[in-house]
């Protein structure tokens, strides 16, 4: 078995992956140079993209088969909401994502689920509705790519793509 | 495309060769139960078919490839043959064959008609019975040699077993290539042995769900646009390769399947993360709402006389299979048997729902009958799902992802529970859908 030891524990290294792999056509300012993968927290400009993924965290995790916010994701989300409310400019797509670990057409309506919750979540706090679309991917684009159980947790999340396109 | 309904013509049976009479008194005996606890394949020899070039020889491996994979016949290697066969419509010397325990025998001759069609003669004997069990020709055109060779299997398995072949089928189906975080899906559609494969797009969306039409050239299935919009459930038509989008709402639209009369497409569709089952009329683009709730309801299938549907959902929780009437009434659950069960799939003989399992960290296989009773699990592995049913409803093809593999290829396996065969595909492979017998 191959594993990506590097890409898998390396949590900024998920990020940038998740976004050239995820967000090409969705996010025109996403990193995709060798260059970004070097970029630390410090030196992101505040309000860009690279700034919003690093510092705030693009992307919060679930539990098997559940759609519920858990703490650690409404911090981030918080964060989420309030870097977005100073950058009004963003639309985003909150894409909603699940593990191998199910079938591909439930896992297909549990993303659309754990999507939705997020967004709920986010307008919740503050971020107006027509910023905001949804899609899910179910397991069709994991970002753990071991066989491992535990890889699985990293693939139950859903991600807060800027640029999108606003509904 | 030409049809080739058209250029396939199922002539006459022949009429018995000339036989003695005391070897045509013989009650023909030579039949597999196919629903024996244990199956002894049945002894065959299938020798090449009479012709003036490759050809015998290829259908005669094609017809022994089919019977052998179906797991109740045991071809006999050609080296073991006595007779040679120089004329396929004389009797054979039955001794020759049943001392070498040849129960079934084929014969047949291929030869190209003045018009340049093929000609595809065949016999069964019963060796032991001494006598002919079928006899028939069949004329298509040379590109469709390779059918000519399943329906002569069709017809040997028919004749044999007592139920509707399967081999004249295709199987259509998501060929996965590309690395794992970035993997292509596209539909490809293959013969049910994997012989001519072609796909049926150029992969740059992710296309997942197909499933056949019962009375058309049609795939119904569903896709993420490029254009990075909503997913959708589209209509196919093979031949033509033109789609069209059914979904029609601001969700998404998913988890797509025809009704036995083809003139329906049910699916779920999604609104905030509430997925609910839908009948689209494909005649008037008409959408009914076949459930309510906040539950996710998908992955349905109708009963074969169209009266009932199965379907998965979580309304209780976890995800749960249950039955419905055709116009959403009366919602029961079926599945009891501990664990989460969903892609229920209806029996094409309406006798059983084949489902996928999940318990204790494995996926699951099985069958049970409509009403939940029978529960029985064909294969166990670590991540396998998404049955389809042959046409004659005996053997079903699932996709399943080895540990470590790195992606998902397609099986079959009899409704036994045994004789797992894995189908060839050229990448990974994923979501198979059987086609019905081809007319």
Known sequence: ???????????????????????????????????????????????????????????????????????????????????????????????????????????????????????????????PASRMRTISYGKEKPVALCDDISCQTQNRRAVTVLGGQGS | MKSILKSLIV??????????????????????????????????????????????????????????????????????????????????RFEDWKVINAQALVTGRVTEEADGRLRAEFRLWDTFGGQQLAGEQFFATKSNSRRVAHIIADSIYERLTGEKGYFDTRIVFVDESGPRNARKKRLAIMDQDGANLRYLSDGREIELTPRFSPIRQEITYMSYPTSGAQPSVYLLQIETGQREAL???????????????????????????????????????????????????????????????????????????????????????ISFGGGKYSTPVWSPRGDLVAFTKQTGGEFQIGVMRPDGSGERILSTGNLQEGPTWAPNGRVIMFFRQEPGSGGPKLFSIDLTGRNEQQIPTPNFASDPAWSPLRE
């Not at chain 2, 090449?48 to 490759?54: I, R, T, V």
């Not at chain 2, 709730?293 to 929780?317: C, E, H, K, L, M």
Request: net charge neutral; proline share 5%.
């Open chain 1, 1 to 127: 078995m191959r594993r990506i030891a590097a890409f898998t524990t390396n949590p900024i290294a998920i990020a940038m992956i998740a976004m050239l792999a995820i967000s090409g056509c969705a996010s025109k300012k996403a990193p995709n140079s060798a260059a970004d993968l070097g970029l630390n927290a410090n030196n992101a400009t505040p309000g860009s993209s690279q700034d919003f993924t690093l510092n705030v965290g693009d992307r919060i995790f679930f539990d098997t088969d559940s759609s519920v916010i858990r703490a650690d994701a409404q911090q981030t989300l918080a964060k989420q909401a309030q870097w977005l409310n100073r950058y009004p400019n963003y639309k985003i797509t909150v894409e909603g994502h699940a593990d191998e670990r199910g079938t591909r057409e439930y896992n297909i309506a549990l993303g659309a689920r754990r999507a939705a919750a997020t967004r709920d979540y986010l307008a919740a706090q503050g971020v």
């Open chain 2, 247 to 333: 979904g029609g709402s601001s969700g998404m639209s998913f988890s797509p399947r025809f009704s036995p009369d083809g003139q329906r497409v049910i699916l779920s569709l999604e609104n905030s993360g509430v997925s609910n089952l839908f009948t689209m009329d494909l005649r008037n683009r008409q959408m009914t709402r076949l459930t309510t709730g906040n539950a996710i309801d998908t992955s349905p299938s109708y009963s074969p006389d169209g009266s009932q549907i199965v379907f998965t959902s979580d309304r209780a929780g976890s995800e749960q299979i249950y039955v419905m009437g055709a116009d959403g009434s009366n919602p029961n659950r």
């Open chain 2, 11 to 92: 002539a006459l049976a022949i009429a018995g060769a000339a036989l003695p009479a005391m070897m045509t008194s013989a009650r023909a005996q030579l039949e597999i139960d196919v629903n024996k606890g244990t199956i002894e394949p049945l002894p065959i020899a299938v020798t090449d078919f009479l012709s003036g070039n490759a050809l015998g020889a290829e259908i005669t491996g094609i017809i022994t490839a089919d019977l052998k994979r179906s797991g109740l016949f045991a071809p006999i290697d050609r080296a073991a043959f006595i007779e040679k066969i120089s004329n396929p419509d004389a009797a054979p």
